[in-house]
């Protein structure tokens, strides 16, 4: 389906009412394939990409529990320590969430650097 869409030019950047676009919503659902395909397609600096609210990728996958997501977005280089509008990281959405696995990821992010 995704090939089809981009295919005919669907525009993978286009955003909703908040900002998001497909890609947040990819790694908020934990969509790898999707998610993969339409990074390669729109180019890995759009791993990056903030909505309206300043929230990235990565804060759309650890705000959901996504722990392959937020592994994924890690490998491709994404800022983890950039902050929303309320000066959270992703981090920060998993402590306050309780998701151990996601705040372990970022902490040896963190290590491996």
Do not use: W
Request: aromatic fraction near 6%; include cysteine.
């Amino acid at each position: 389906i995704i090939d089809s869409f981009l295919n005919k030019g669907f525009n993978v950047t286009e955003n909703d009412n908040q900002g998001a676009s497909v890609l947040h919503c990819a790694a908020g659902k934990g969509l790898i394939e999707p998610l993969t395909m339409l990074l390669e397609q729109c180019g890995n600096a759009s791993v990056n990409e903030e909505d309206n609210f300043g929230s990235t990728l990565l804060h759309y996958a650890a705000f959901n529990n996504q722990t392959e997501a937020t592994q994924l977005l890690l490998e491709l280089g994404c800022k983890k320590d950039k902050k929303d509008h309320k000066g959270r990281t992703a981090a920060d959405l998993a402590k306050m969430l309780g998701y151990g696995d996601i705040v372990q990821l970022l902490s040896d992010a963190d290590a491996s650097v």
